[in-house]
């Protein structure tokens, strides 16, 4: 499965123009301790900046108390978690790329020995991504991607990428915790787990990933064709 997910890495290289700041969390052994933790979100460093441009109300996207969705953020600076669902390469520029990205919920909080977001979600929405040098974002990664939104009538809302941070498999895990799901059935469907078990598993393996999200090579030619659920 490891030689799967490599090669169902997108490679984004670009150079010239402005670009999309882009890394990569570095998987770690997983060895269970007996007990866990709950943290604040850490940002990286170069992160800081751009957490910093978000409103308040964008800090939490989606928790019990605050039900958050991705609709109505025409020209908002947004940061949303996602799952990678596909890429498209743009028609009119072979340095840019639009990623379909499923949203998933984060309160704020997180295990202190992995990266956790809610299982549910708001729905889809794309990202353009700019990258600058060699970079490869692996499909079913979860990613944080940062920047304004731009959305039109009857399309996905999209997101002009100026900084993504990416957990490829074994950096993250999912909770079971969370508002209402407002995602794209589609993905929802392939999640084994949610037609009635536990989703959470704090140290995932090969298995819980392809058990919860899917095959990433059933995604390699994804393309953002589907309409948003309101």
Not at 91 to 105: A, C, G, T, V
Not at 118 to 132: E, H, P, W, Y
Not at 177 to 184: A, I, K, Q, W
Not at 223 to 228: G, I, L, N, R
Request: net charge positive.
């Amino acid at each position: 499965m490891k030689t799967i997910i490599l090669a169902f890495s997108m490679a984004f290289t670009a150079g010239g123009h402005a670009s999309t700041v882009i890394e990569t969390e570095v998987a770690k052994p997983l060895v269970p301790t007996g007990t866990l933790g709950t943290c604040s979100y850490k940002p990286r460093k170069a992160e800081e900046d751009f957490l910093r441009k978000l409103d308040k109300k964008e800090m939490v996207t989606g928790s019990f108390l605050e039900p958050y969705s991705i609709q109505g953020k025409q020209d908002k600076y947004v940061s949303w978690f996602a799952i990678v669902r596909g890429v498209k390469k743009s028609e009119d520029n072979s340095n840019r790329f639009q990623l379909l990205l499923e949203q998933k919920y984060f309160d704020g909080m997180s295990d202190c020995h992995i990266m956790l977001v809610s299982v549910s979600g708001s729905g889809d929405f794309q990202a353009t991504v700019d990258a600058d040098g060699s970079t490869a974002i692996p499909l079913l990664s979860l990613v944080r991607v940062y920047g304004k939104v731009k959305q039109q009538a009857g399309a996905l809302p999209g997101i002009e990428a100026e900084y993504i941070r990416v957990w490829p498999w074994f950096t993250f895990t999912l909770t079971d915790l969370g508002p209402e799901d407002h995602g794209n059935p589609k993905w929802r469907k392939l999640c084994k787990p949610c037609k009635g078990g536990r989703v959470y598993k704090p140290y995932p393996t090969e298995d819980y990933y392809v058990n919860v999200l899917g095959n990433p090579k059933d995604f390699a030619l994804q393309e953002p064709h589907d309409k948003p659920k309101h």
